[in-house]
């Protein structure tokens, strides 16, 4: 498996295991759902309780810059601040290369890209086996690792699966002048700075877009809208649902494997932290109808639930009546947005505007 960059580096060099790493679900499509993993983990900590667990384990933790620590005699130990962020088996095999003694295969458990209620559960649960005695004992090795680059592996494995799956499968994506069109990026760059000049933003004292802020994306689809935020030195997390789009965007490397996710945009709150992006955007997030508006207005309050207090929520549709809904529903939501007439010669997309300040 060729995701997981941090934690290969970092096995190679601090326990000299060449791996293949391995998360707990394999289908790409279960990124939607990381929490299904927890199980397998409540499976294991019953094996443990019952003396069945003997496998070697690495416990990841989060407080500092990465390094190892082994400790024959007693479990590795956990400085004040650092936080549990991940667990893995690691099945070694005899043999390796020049560099490394060993080769393995690593299966990882990590709640980094999950809830907080999700994250809770896993620690406790690992608590719960790092205490119990048996034939494996307490974790073997304890590696730093942070939080961010946990995350950033979990979204490249699966990126990388889906378009190894996408590959494999006989699809070609088509050429990148078929799909990519750059009035469309160039519009959405103009709407981004419309933005930023808004009295709203100005007179809010927050950034609307700046490097170092963290950028959502909604219904990404191949990335042709995120190429107007790379113009603006800008890399969000980009989501859609549909697969195909993504692994277009992934294998024209305008979607970056590690900063994508196919994920229903209804289950936001189910699979990332609530209130953590100074911004979230969704460009063109879908044509609106009065028989579908419940969807989309399910996804609108998902967006809401991501952004940090004073954040900011930029949509954008093409017809002035869906808008409308966005507003009326946000308003009843708490939020009070605009509506601003985004039309011009350039393109259909983007013609209206919805932006609010949570």
């Known amino acids: 498996?060729?995701?997981?960059?941090?934690?290969?580096?970092?096995?190679?060099?601090?326990?000299?295991?060449?791996?293949?790493?391995?998360?707990?679900?394999?289908?790409?499509?279960?990124?939607?759902?990381?929490?299904?993993?927890?199980?397998?983990?409540?499976?294991?900590?019953?094996?443990?309780?019952?003396?069945?667990?003997?496998?070697?384990?690495?416990?990841?933790?989060?407080?500092?810059?990465?390094?190892?620590?082994?400790?024959?005699?007693?479990?590795?130990?956990?400085?004040?601040?650092?936080?549990i962020t991940g667990f893995v088996l690691v099945e070694r095999q005899p043999g390796g290369n020049a560099v490394c003694n060993d080769t393995g295969n690593c299966l990882v458990f990590t709640p980094a890209v999950s809830d907080a209620d999700t994250k809770r559960e896993f620690r406790s649960v690992l608590l719960e086996m790092a205490a119990l005695p048996s034939a494996g004992g307490t974790p073997a090795h304890q590696l730093q690792v942070s939080e961010k680059e946990l995350i950033d592996d979990v979204i490249e494995y699966y990126s990388k699966t889906a378009l190894a799956f996408f590959r494999e499968s006989g699809a070609l994506p088509p050429s990148y002048e078929s799909v990519y069109s750059e009035s469309r990026v160039q519009k959405a760059a103009v709407t981004l700075r419309k933005v930023r000049g808004l009295p709203a933003v100005k007179e809010s004292g927050r950034a609307f877009l700046a490097p170092g802020l963290k950028i959502l994306e909604i219904c990404c689809g191949n990335g042709m809208s995120t190429l107007g935020l790379y113009e603006e030195e800008i890399v969000p997390l980009s989501v859609d649902i549909n697969a195909e789009d993504i692994c277009i965007g992934l294998a024209h490397n305008v979607l970056k494997p590690e900063k994508t996710i196919i994920m229903d945009a209804t289950t936001l709150s189910r699979n990332?932290?609530?209130?953590?992006?100074?911004?979230?955007?969704?460009?063109?997030?879908?044509?609106?109808?009065?028989?579908?508006?419940?969807?989309?207005?399910?996804?609108?309050?998902?967006?809401?639930?991501?952004?940090?207090?004073?954040?900011?929520?930029?949509?954008?549709?093409?017809?002035?009546?869906?808008?409308?809904?966005?507003?009326?529903?946000?308003?009843?939501?708490?939020?009070?947005?605009?509506?601003?007439?985004?039309r011009d010669d350039m393109t259909y997309y983007d013609e209206w505007i919805y932006f609010a300040r949570k």
């Open 1 to 83: 498996m060729t995701g997981m960059t941090h934690l290969s580096r970092l096995f190679s060099e601090k326990l000299g295991i060449d791996a293949g790493f391995y998360l707990t679900e394999e289908n790409f499509q279960s990124q939607r759902f990381l929490f299904a993993g927890m199980e397998q983990l409540r499976e294991l900590a019953e094996m443990k309780k019952a003396g069945m667990f003997d496998i070697e384990t690495v416990l990841l933790t989060d407080g500092g810059p990465a390094h190892f620590e082994k400790r024959p005699e007693t479990p590795p130990s956990m400085t004040e601040g650092e936080v």
């Open 272 to 342: 990332l932290d609530t209130e953590m992006f100074d911004t979230v955007i969704g460009f063109m997030i879908g044509t609106i109808y009065e028989f579908n508006k419940n969807l989309w207005f399910s996804i609108a309050g998902e967006a809401l639930k991501m952004l940090k207090p004073g954040g900011f929520l930029l949509l954008t549709l093409q017809a002035e009546h869906e808008a409308v809904w966005v507003s009326d529903y946000l308003k009843s939501k708490g939020v009070a947005g605009e509506i601003i007439d985004n």
